[in-house]
């Protein structure tokens, strides 16, 4: 019998096939089809304060501009005074989906101010969230800002949020960091049970008949997933925290790569959101005939043994890495 | 004595009134009308929320098409068995007149509860009086008249019992706005004490009445000569006992309240001489005067009437002190060439009959008068006046009060010094704009107050007519003991002005005491604000010794993250100064307000607006007032020397508030005012204004063409004419080749731009360099007179000839003049843009009945109107018949045109030989299509006219007076939805069934915008609205499609958002087109909770999802063999949510039932699919599959 099961942070999972944070987890029934299909946990789409602070200022212009202004409308709209702008859905979709799945629910945040990160971080913990992944989605485009102030700010999030709430944390890394590993390691110093390798940043495309920056998100490819796979074999083993591999897993072979890289669990949304929520079961079987084809029993078998800790010569996988790519055959 | 515990609760009278009708009914069939919608939409909220009535069942609430269909579900229901309400005022009960006698004759107990309002005669108004619930007075209602706030909640019940006891229908009254919308400390009955009022056994009995295929029998039969009369006569005994059921029923609410109320009522000197009678809200202002002038010796006293109808002539006699001598009967109606008005009518025939039958030994001395139409003020010093009246040897009669009637000599002048001991109370003045939330706040602090204190408190709003950067006045009175005054305070011991440059334009500070607290919300601080205020409010502040405190209540939004929110912070610092209450006692009761307030938007809102109120106690600031005044004497700018004396005068009180002091004599006779004032009122009610760049215009004329308020204009002319052309002026070389010496500029009229962005937003061009576009939204400088030099600059430069222009572009359609201009519609406003483009296609022959609505209002409504008329003097001939009748009324203007032209032109055949045979061929013959024809045909009738002048018989006279009608006119019915889909539907039908040349404009908001977003049948599936709280689950009705079965009715669906263009040339074939036409504007509205800014990015959104398809059906092409439908816009490019969740119609049921929005979204996207399906597959029919055409 193959164990597929696997540890993220202090979450036992039934595999290590993590939902990340998609639109698809908007409705509580796809949430159970993802248990249904397999999933070891589902990671929610994210909470943005950002877009609650403009939907609320919204509502409020729109409530401040046609409530009392006029003598013969007093008001337009039949409720808009009980119009809930806030966090109210998103904890709703919590509640639901941990009363409906049996399997962890990870909510995910996007907050924007200090007041958001821990009032929202307290809600979701409320809500019945078994952990939070700390999203935070930050492009220092003003260029004063220095490479410390930028790695503080993550540090300070993740202290903050870490002081807020006891479930644990897991954080959304992005690759653009000068020293990812000292960061890594700050992060799980502040607090951090789990860090989550990388976020894809929106990247705006530009139309050039209209000038206008036209934004663009474009679903991950399986070749993707090298600079993640990278970080986790650099990562694994060394810094006491969980492991969650994102980007380009589009089937068994790449959530291998990852498993065998270090990471406790591959998450997976492009592919789903491509092929169907079912995909999960298909991934799943892959892997299991895979383990089973290499002798694997248990995901822990295998679970890091291509990190750079089980090379015999890390440095030689540092360099190796830069000077095989440059000798392919690619280049030629 | 009140045997029951009755809470307090701070409402206003519509809300008194449907509390108890809800609770005392199982139907409520209704139809939004101002001043009562707010009783309608209460009922339907309850009952989604699922509140019970007394029997523990929530009423069926039902909107209707009108209130004419209302009254008919009313009758049904009634008849049925159900105890059946409805909720009306002023043209809504006319409409209900019909029913209302089935309903009486039938002795059908039933209340209709009414916020008295004024009748549309030479105007409509909004406004309070009594005119509509007279004209009611024959239907066989009784009429029970409600004085107050508490009464208004009383007597919702007496009516109701009384009904129910006596079978006789009860239409249950009170003010119009000063009652339906004074917020006022009452009296809750108790669920128990209403329980008890109404006896259960009355209700089966009229359940029993009812029709019943079980218990057969009929009712409504047609009777015949010999015994119709006797019939009327039967119910006789039941009109006899009402006034006795009413007392008894009052003697009952007495017991069980403690409030105690008779049909008629006597207050003041119980040794009075002489008396008022009166009733409405006006009894509580001359009773007051009357008590306090008898305190001080004077024999005054007031009667009155709460039971008009029937009239209790007993209970009059017997109320009224035996030694009254003299009667001063007031009615708040007109009833133009009676021998007086009806209150007076009554009580005059009272004493007749009492002195005829020898019940009185005389009769005293009475007069009547009129008094508080359309809410004109009733003051304590105009009841003195009326008072002192009947002193005099001979008594004014038949007097008008609050007016000065210099024509007929009518009017009393009033003793302005006196006024009432109003020390008891604190009285303040708030002076905000409609959007800044004053209100809102104003509202909220009586609550405070009224609830958490035994303080009595009262409020009420004035709002100006305009619907963009209208000012609101809040007049706020606190005291120990109840509040009594239905009028305005002229007295006030606290005033605080919410935005800072009213105190160059309005006048604030006369209303202050001396020693008033002036609170300022100013961008200068306690050290500079000095020096910044006008020498008028200087010195006002200095004679009047007012203490003068400032707060930067923007920045302190600002600063705490609620940027343009001044009210709670405005609100604080009023109970931080007033006293009201004390001071840490006010701010943690608006803690607990805000916290109440704000219990859904989350702890983060809760703690910024309790932060904004703690910042700003420390950024309240008195200011230390210099001993003198240092500011120059700043001269009003009034009205241009180029503006009508009427305007310049008559007008121009208005815009000042002083409309009050306008005599009759000064009025027009008939309702006829000039056209084109709007553009002498320059409101400025943005500091920003649109700026054009013209190195970067490509001059589309996009802006122009969706400019809300024609405030952008285009011109290009030769060069030469730049000379002496002011500093600043811009210009541009036209962009057509083969013009080198041609300009161009474009102007924006700054002081009537609201900044409402739609022109950014529709520019094409984007400077590469810096972001902004060619033309941009920007603050205005200080000083406006260099602007105004270019403005008249701009004027001087040659207009463009109609001729010249290509009417088939947008960029040709810039430089046609509008016939509509600064109106006083919503910044950003979605319909008017529709308007201007109307009238500058067709405005110098164009003929328009409006439909009552919000396009009546913005223009319609004094001081100023926006329909406009250029320099030759020509230009669209407005006019408002009603709402439910625009269809007919429009159409009747086309009889005219028609019927006048057929008579010209047999006049013309006539006299030919004597004006000239080859002018009458020309002028008979003439093609009108194009503007070029149009221009030589008023050339020949111009010619035409100069040869009749010189011809002495009777034929050549008429000729002249309709020799006009030779130049081809333009009828247009312009309305929105409701009118169109609802209240006048079968109208509209039918003038489009008539074949008649008439083209109707429907500025289609999908809901009543114009009386606060009621469901229409334009409301689309899944969205909510009033009456449709929980998502609308019918579909909207496809008008376009109804139209086209007709097979000889020009279609159009537009969206100027989507495609100006397409607009552009659908207007154009409906004008064109023979026969009657219909256009159907997609057009934004406040009522869809848009950021207005982008609602022609909403109007191409939702043609983009195939939810507004833009659709031609033109009959010619039918004639011609051709396919008549025409689908303009594409295939749907995105899915209906997309479009719809950027507006918070759709949106908010998926806050409140997500799961019915999610149904309701896929429905609506299945009708979508298959409307576009159907309109697609049209599109590919050929000619035969539509009606064929004559």
Redesign the interface.
């Known amino acids: 019998m193959i164990d597929i099961t696997t540890r993220y942070m202090d979450l036992e999972l039934r595999s290590p096939l993590v939902v990340s944070a998609n639109p698809l987890s908007q409705k509580v029934a796809n949430i159970v089809a993802m248990e249904d299909a397999g999933a070891g946990a589902v990671v929610l789409f994210s909470l943005f304060e950002e877009q609650?602070r403009q939907e609320?200022a919204?509502?409020?212009?729109?409530y401040?501009?046609?409530?009392?202004?006029?003598?013969?409308?007093?008001?337009?709209?039949?409720?808009?005074?009980?119009?809930?702008?806030?966090?109210?859905?998103y904890l709703e979709i919590i509640r639901q989906a941990k009363e409906q799945t049996s399997i962890p629910i990870i909510a995910s945040l996007n907050g924007v101010t200090p007041?958001?990160w821990i009032?929202y971080a307290k809600d979701i913990e409320q809500a019945g969230a078994d952990a939070l992944e700390i999203n935070v989605y930050f492009i220092p485009a003003d260029i004063r800002l220095r490479p410390d102030e930028v790695e503080q700010r993550y540090v300070d999030i993740v202290t903050m949020v870490r002081e807020t709430i006891s479930i644990p944390i897991a954080v959304k890394l992005n690759p653009y960091f000068s020293a990812i590993g000292n960061t890594a390691l700050r992060l799980q110093e502040a607090g951090a049970d789990a860090l989550v390798l990388f976020n894809r940043f929106y990247q705006p495309d530009f139309d050039i008949e209209e000038?206008k920056a036209v934004p663009n998100l474009d679903l991950s490819e399986p070749s993707e997933i090298r600079l993640p796979l990278l970080w986790i074999a650099v990562l694994y083993g060394r810094i006491p925290v969980s492991l969650a591999a994102t980007t380009g897993v589009h089937g068994a072979r790449e959530m291998i790569k990852y498993l065998l890289a270090g990471a406790d669990v591959a998450m997976v949304a492009s592919a789903i959101l491509k092929n169907g929520i079912p995909w999960i079961g298909a991934i799943l079987d892959d892997l299991e005939t895979y383990m089973d084809a290499m002798n694997f029993i248990s995901v822990g078998a295998f679970k890091g043994s291509m990190s750079q800790r089980h090379i015999s010569d890390p440095t030689a996988y540092e360099r190796s890495n830069y000077i095989q790519i440059v000798d392919s055959k690619a280049w030629r | 004595m009140a045997t029951n515990e009755q809470s307090v609760i701070t409402i206003d009278g519509n809300e008194a009134a449907a509390y108890v009708a809800y609770r005392v009914n199982e139907v409520c069939a209704i139809y939004p009308i101002t001043p009562s919608s707010a009783m309608a939409e209460l009922a339907d909220e309850w009952s989604a929320k699922g509140v019970k009535n007394i029997w523990g069942n929530s009423p069926e609430v039902i909107e209707m098409q009108s209130e004419g269909g209302a009254a008919g579900a009313v009758h049904g229901a009634l008849q049925t068995g159900s105890l059946t309400t409805t909720f009306t005022a002023s043209q809504g009960l006319m409409l209900m007149l019909p029913n209302m006698y089935k309903i009486a004759g039938e002795l059908t107990p039933a209340v209709f509860h009414v916020a008295a309002r004024a009748l549309s005669a030479q105007a409509l108004s909004i406004f309070g009086d009594h005119q509509d619930v007279m004209a009611a007075r024959t239907t066989g209602f009784a009429l029970l008249a409600a004085s107050s706030v508490q009464e208004a909640h009383d007597f919702a019940l007496i009516a109701q019992a009384a009904t129910l006891r006596s079978r006789i229908p009860f239409i249950h009254f009170f003010d119009g706005f000063r009652t339906s919308h004074e917020v006022n400390k009452i009296s809750l009955i108790p669920e128990s004490v209403i329980r008890e009022m109404i006896d259960d056994r009355l209700v089966l009995d009229h359940r029993e009445r009812a029709l019943n295929p079980d218990n057969p029998f009929i009712r409504g039969t047609a009777q015949n000569p010999d015994v119709y009369f006797q019939g009327r006569e039967t119910v006789n005994p039941f009109y006899d006992s009402v006034p006795g059921i009413v007392a008894q029923e009052m003697r009952e609410f007495a017991e069980l309240t403690g409030r105690e109320y008779a049909p008629v009522r006597y207050f003041g000197a119980k040794d009075a001489d002489r008396v008022i009678v009166l009733m409405g809200s006006g009894a509580e202002t001359a009773i007051e005067t009357a008590e306090f002038l008898a305190e001080s010796g004077g024999k005054t006293g007031v009667v009155q009437v709460s039971l008009y109808r029937p009239f209790p002539a007993n209970d009059l006699l017997a109320t009224i002190p035996a030694g009254v001598k003299r009667i001063a009967v007031l009615d708040r109606t007109k009833e133009p060439g009676a021998t007086g008005e009806p209150l007076y009518q009554d009580v005059l025939v009272t004493y007749t009959e009492a002195f005829t039958e020898g019940r009185v030994g005389e009769i005293p001395k009475i007069v009547g008068g009129r008094y508080g139409l359309s809410s004109k003020e009733f003051t304590p010093a105009m009841v003195k006046t009326i008072f002192d009246n009947l002193e005099l040897e001979s008594p004014k009669n038949h007097f008008t009060i609050g007016i000065i009637d210099d024509v007929g000599g009518t009017s009393l002048e009033i003793d302005n010094a006196f006024g009432l001991d109003e020390s008891g109370w604190t009285q303040a003045l708030f002076y905000g704009l409609g959007a800044d939330g004053t209100v809102g706040a104003n509202k909220n602090s009586i609550k405070i107050i009224g609830e958490n204190t035994d303080l009595f408190a009262q409020g009420y709003f004035v709002y100006d007519s305009k619907k963009s950067g209208a000012k609101t006045v809040s007049h706020l009175r606190f005291g120990k003991k109840p509040v009594r005054a239905p009028y305005l305070i002229s007295s006030a011991d606290f005033v605080a002005c919410h935005q800072f440059n009213f105190v160059e334009k309005e006048e604030m500070l006369a209303q202050a005491k001396p020693g008033a607290v002036f609170l300022l919300n100013s961008p200068y601080g306690p050290d500079e604000v000095w020096d910044n205020l006008p020498q008028r409010v200087q010195k006002q502040v200095l004679a009047k010794g007012l203490k003068l405190f400032v707060i930067d209540a923007v920045e302190v939004a600002r600063e705490t993250g609620m940027a343009g929110r001044i009210n709670t912070i405005m609100q604080t610092c009023f109970f931080a100064l007033s006293g009201v209450l004390p001071r840490d006692e006010a701010i943690a009761a608006i803690k607990k307000a805000i916290e109440k307030t704000y219990s859904k938007k989350g702890r983060l809102v809760i703690d910024k607006n309790f932060n904004a109120v703690d910042r700003s106690l420390e950024n309240l600031h008195e200011v230390s007032v210099p001993s003198a005044a240092n500011a120059a004497d700043g001269a009003f700018r009034g009205m241009p020397d180029s503006a009508p004396e009427f305007v310049r005068t008559v007008t121009q009180m208005m815009i000042e508030g002083r409309g009050d002091e306008i005599p009759v004599g000064a009025m027009p006779v008939d309702g006829t005012f000039p056209s084109g004032t709007s553009k002498y009122e320059k409101r400025n009610v943005s500091d920003r204004a649109a700026v054009w760049e013209p190195d970067l215009c490509i001059q589309c004329g996009n802006c122009g063409f969706v400019c809300p308020h024609s405030v952008i204009r285009s011109k290009f002319y030769h060069r030469e004419n730049l000379e002496g052309a002011p500093a600043g002026f811009k210009s541009a070389p036209v962009n057509a080749r083969g013009f080198p010496e041609t300009k161009y500029s474009l102007e924006v009229y700054a002081e009537d731009c609201t900044a409402c962005n739609l022109c950014y937003d529709v520019c094409p061009v984007t400077d590469r360099s810096g972001g902004g576009r060619a033309i941009n939204v920007l603050k205005k400088p200080e000083d406006l007179d260099p602007l105004r030099d270019r403005i008249s600059f701009f004027e001087s430069l040659p207009n463009i000839a109609r001729t010249e222009v290509n009417y088939s572009t947008v960029h040709g359609v810039q430089f046609l003049e509008p016939y509509f201009e600064f109106s006083g519609a919503c910044a950003g406003c979605g319909e008017t843009p529709y308007v201007k483009v109307l009238t500058q296609l067709f405005g110098d022959r164009l003929l328009v009945a409006n439909a009552t609505g919000c396009s009546s209002i913005y223009g319609g409504n004094l001081p100023t109107t926006p329909w406009t008329k250029d320099a030759a003097g020509r230009g669209p001939a407005w006019s408002n018949s009603l709402f439910e009748d625009n269809a007919e009324f429009g159409l009747g203007m086309r009889l005219t045109v028609d019927k006048q032209l057929s008579m010209a032109r047999s006049l013309l055949e006539r006299l030919r030989k004597e004006v000239g045979e080859a002018l009458a061929d020309e002028i008979l013959t003439a093609p009108q299509e194009l503007e070029s024809e149009i221009g030589e045909q008023r050339v020949r009738v111009a010619l035409l006219k100069d040869r009749l002048i010189g011809l002495d018989v009777p034929e050549a006279k008429h000729l002249f007076s309709l020799a006009d009608q030779f130049v081809h006119r333009c009828v247009w019915l312009v309305g929105g939805d409701g009118w169109a889909y609802d209240i006048g539907s079968a109208g509209l039908d039918h003038a489009l069934a008539s074949g008649k040349n008439v083209n109707v404009l429907v500025l289609d908001t999908e809901v009543y915008s114009n009386t606060g977003g009621q469901m229409s049948k334009a409301t689309p599936t899944a969205a909510s609205a009033k009456f449709a709280a929980a998502g609308k689950r019918v579909g909207k009705k496809d008008l376009a499609l109804q139209a086209i079965s007709y097979g000889n009715v020009y279609v159009a669906q537009i969206a100027m958002g989507a495609n100006p263009q397409q607009t552009l040339l659908a207007m154009r074939e409906a004008e064109a087109y023979e026969g009657p036409s219909l256009v159907l504007a997609y057009s934004h509205c406040i009522a869809h909770g848009i950021d207005m800014e982008k609602g022609l990015l909403q109007q191409k959104l939702a043609v983009d999802s195939g939810y507004w398809p833009l659709i031609r059906y033109n009959p010619v092409l039918r004639k011609k063999g051709l396919n008549p439908f025409v689908l303009d816009s594409t295939k749907p490019a995105i899915p209906l949510r997309k479009y719809a969740y950027n507006e918070l119609r759709y949106k908010v049921l998926t806050q409140t039932n997500p799961t019915e929005a999610e149904t309701l979204m896929q429905l609506a996207q299945e009708i979508v699919d298959l409307r576009w399906k159907t309109y697609e597959e049209m599109a590919g029919f050929g000619a035969a599959a539509f009606r064929p055409v004559i």
């Open positions: 609650i609320a919204m509502v409020d212009e729109v401040r501009a046609t409530t009392n202004a006029f003598a013969e409308a007093s008001d337009f709209f039949p409720s808009l005074e009980d119009y809930a702008v806030g966090p109210g859905q007041e958001g009032e000038l």
